[in-house]
């Protein structure tokens, strides 16, 4: 099965610490690109960079006002990589917890 088109580039996104750290940031609001540049260590140059990955991958959407750009995340690219990689285990585990609550129950009955 092939994976759809740019989920490559969503996990190259994500595989960053420091994209991830700036997703983190999102999601508590949207923020210009100097405010984020402003929590890390590196240069402004540097996070533009990790941004443009980001919003390469779909991960974030820019919206410009005036001189100021503010980046909002993006969450639907998440969504779909959830809904193939994560979900479908989350139903097996929670069949793995019925057997097994099945079974005590059946040891409990005398």
């Known amino acids: 099965m092939k994976e ?9 996104a994500l595989s960053d ?17 100097g405010d984020i540049a402003g929590h890390f260590e ?8 990790h941004l443009t990955v980001l919003h390469e991958a ?13 980046n ?14 994560i979900q479908p285990f989350e139903a097996a585990a929670a069949d ?3 057997r097994l609550q099945r079974h005590v129950d059946n040891l409990e009955d005398p």
């Open 4 to 12: 759809p088109a740019g989920d490559d580039a969503v996990w190259r």
């Open 17 to 33: 610490p420091t994209r991830r750290a700036i997703l983190d940031l999102l999601r508590q609001c949207c923020r210009t690109t």
């Open 42 to 49: 590196v240069t402004r140059y540097a996070t533009m960079k």
């Open 58 to 70: 779909g991960l974030i959407r820019i919206e410009r006002r005036g001189r100021e750009r503010l």
């Open 72 to 85: 909002h995340l993006n969450p639907t690219p998440i969504q779909r990589i959830y809904r193939r990689w």
């Open 96 to 98: 793995v917890v019925l």
